[in-house]
């Protein structure tokens, strides 16, 4: 009984963690890239010339 509870806990976690990763996806966040093109030289698909991105 207590390996299914646990089971179905982590099931959960996962879920919502998949969950939060696809709406970040959606609302144009990516989860490869900290928006930094100094640090991945600009191989990520965040536009660097925002002065958010730029260092």
């Known amino acids: 009984m207590g390996?299914?509870?646990v089971g179905l806990i982590l099931v959960l976690i996962v879920?919502?963690?998949?969950?939060s990763m696809?709406?970040?996806?959606?609302?144009g966040?990516?989860?490869q890239c900290g928006g930094s093109c100094s640090h991945c030289?600009?191989?990520?698909?965040?536009?660097?010339d925002t002065p958010?991105?730029?260092d």
């Open 3 to 5: 390996t299914i509870i």
């Open 15 to 19: 879920s919502l963690i998949i969950r």
């Open 22 to 27: 696809v709406k970040d996806k959606k609302s």
């Open 29 to 31: 966040k990516s989860i």
């Open 41 to 48: 030289a600009g191989h990520c698909s965040a536009p660097c």
């Open 52 to 54: 958010s991105n730029r």
